[in-house]
């Protein structure tokens, strides 16, 4: 039985607008195994992003519980066995590529030679000729491929990527999901994608889709909103 890495009970949020409540997620109950292939999928404003910040940790439930049985107390999570993969740009402007993939190495304190593992995040995604670049000087898709190799290079257990090919065109999206699949293949990671891309969610394993904050599980073919 493959180990249980987040286990969630009646999971909900909801934020304040004008001192009124408005729900995000209400009562999900669901696990994540170590090797699971996730899309979540849901309209815009569904709770997909609300969902992928709770199972980082990043957020706080407004009830309901959830733990990480197989990785531990929520505070020791992120960068090193969590990665997650913002829905907005989110590398840091003054710093390089190189720097900017190095940074959850850096944040974990890991052992190991990082400009070798940085090298190798970059290289999986054929980025070795933007290493020396700045933010600023690259597309909004290159800016995406970049965020996945920071997301790899520290060999979470755990990858939650929000909209990662969103400014990717198709063949683009679908080889950075080729070489994201080949890399994590084997290695027992689970990997959840928020995507509005049906070819996206074709290549997981499970669709969790989201209608107005409830999560529903299933394997069936998506129907992408
Ligand atoms: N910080 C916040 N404050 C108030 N409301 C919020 C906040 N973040 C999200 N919401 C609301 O929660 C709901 C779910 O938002 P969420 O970002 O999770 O949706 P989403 O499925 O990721 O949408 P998209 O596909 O557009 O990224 C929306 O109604 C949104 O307006
Ligand atoms: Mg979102």
Known sequence: MADILIEAYSLSRSYRQGGVPIGALASATFRLYAGDRVALIGRS???KS???HLMAGLDVPSSGTITWPALGPVETLLPKKISLVFQAPSLLEPMSV???VALPLLL????GDIDAAVAAALATFGLENLARKLPEELSGGQMQRVAMARA???NPSIILADEPTGQLDQPTGQALLD???AHLDGSGAALVVATHDPSV???MNAIWRIEHGVLVESADAPEVA
């Open 45 to 47: 404003g569904s709770g």
């Open 50 to 52: 609300t969902l992928l």
């Open 98 to 100: 190189s720097e900017n």
């Open 108 to 111: 974990a304190k890991a052992p």
């Open 152 to 154: 790899i290079v520290g």
């Open 179 to 181: 070489a994201l699949i």
């Open 201 to 203: 969610a074709a290549r």
